[in-house]
């Protein structure tokens, strides 16, 4: 915490605990909300809270006993798959409770956690996404030798990230092979194969309903995934694939996200559907409109409060 004044700050950025560092875009964005609120505004570690029900009132306290001024507005940035229900998320609800504005809210995040989730969210709403199955708690090698696990087919856990656990199956007897060697921590799900985007996608970011900021990431030396993560390229590209923007708007709003980035994939037909969408987005240094944005956005919410 610093300097900070504990008892100042209304506006949070809430990171994982140490000593996992600050990613770039996040930093630049903590400096951002820094700049722009001063001693108003505080980074605080999922480490460095104590938070519960005291003679019958809500609390929150450092671990040295002192007491903490509720925030206003929180702005999130742990990604959802390191997240746990009993642990990070028990802290966001306790924070919604006390008052604070959420971004983006716990239940949005804990929803993101889990890419089937978003799915079924997704196709309720109408929105296209991939032929998609999963499994509850029956035994992965039965799955895999379901008439309706048809390969090629992507194959992801349902909680991962940076494009981790995520490989193509080219065919059934590869999978059935491959079952009983495969992580069985989470649910996988068997994702149908959309060939005319292998090793290719669009990353859109969206805050408070609007589109700002697009790229084509493409994979290195012809593999699946395109994540940056995993050494993919990006080609900026806002404004080129209007249709696909509004797309991602649309998903961002069915999921409660104010701030979002999401994923999708090249169709054969020209269009796109829906990979996934993240409740936590990284971005490039170059996509410059976002950190104006999210920070427009948390000016906006405090001047409501």
């Given at each position: 915490m610093g300097s900070v004044p504990v008892a100042a700050a209304d506006v949070w950025m809430l990171v994982r605990e140490h000593p996992m560092p600050l990613l770039k875009a996040t930093r630049a964005l903590a400096e951002a909300l820094a700049a722009a609120h001063g001693p108003r505004f505080a980074v605080w570690h999922t480490d460095e809270i104590l938070f519960g029900v005291q003679r019958g009132r809500l609390v929150l306290r450092t671990l040295g006993g002192v007491e903490i001024a509720p925030p206003k507005v929180v702005l999130v940035r742990?990604?959802?798959?390191?997240?746990?229900?009993?642990?990070?998320?028990?802290?966001?609800?306790?924070?919604?409770?006390?008052?604070?504005?959420?971004?983006?809210?716990?239940?949005?995040?804990?929803?993101?956690?889990?890419?089937?989730?978003?799915?079924?969210?997704?196709?309720?709403?109408?929105?296209?996404?991939?032929?998609?199955?999963?499994?509850?708690?029956?035994p992965l090698t039965g799955v895999v030798r379901s008439p309706d696990v048809a390969a090629p087919c992507i194959v992801k856990a349902v909680r991962g990230r940076n494009g981790r656990q995520v490989f193509l199956a080219p065919d059934g007897g590869l999978l059935r092979s491959l079952a009983g060697s495969l992580a069985n921590e989470v649910p996988l799900l068997f994702q149908e194969y959309v060939s005319a985007s292998h090793g290719r996608d669009l990353r859109v970011v969206v805050v408070d309903g609007e589109p700002v900021a697009a790229q084509?990431?493409?994979?290195?030396?012809?593999?699946?995934?395109?994540?940056?993560?995993?050494?993919?390229?990006?080609?900026?590209?806002?404004?080129?694939?209007?249709?696909?923007?509004?797309?991602?708007?649309?998903?961002?709003?069915?999921?409660?996200?104010?701030?979002?980035?999401?994923?999708?994939?090249?169709?054969?037909?020209?269009?796109?559907?829906?990979?996934?969408?993240?409740?936590?987005?990284?971005?490039?240094?170059?996509?410059?409109?976002?950190?104006?944005a999210i920070t427009g956005y948390v000016a906006r919410l405090l001047a409501e409060r």
């Open positions: 742990q990604t959802p798959g390191t997240m746990t229900q009993d642990r990070e998320l028990s802290l966001l609800r306790h924070l919604e409770h006390l008052g604070a504005v959420l971004i983006n809210s716990a239940a949005a995040h804990h929803r993101c956690g889990n890419k089937l989730w978003q799915l079924q969210d997704l196709a309720v709403a109408g929105l296209p996404v991939p032929d998609s199955l999963s499994y509850a708690t029956a084509v990431r493409t994979a290195r030396d012809g593999s699946l995934a395109a994540n940056l993560a995993q050494g993919g390229s990006a080609e900026l590209c806002p404004g080129r694939f209007p249709d696909a923007e509004a797309l991602a708007v649309a998903a961002a709003g069915t999921l409660g996200l104010a701030v979002a980035g999401v994923d999708l994939l090249f169709t054969a037909e020209g269009g796109h559907t829906l990979c996934e969408v993240n409740s936590v987005p990284g971005w490039r240094p170059r996509m410059t409109a976002v950190i104006p």
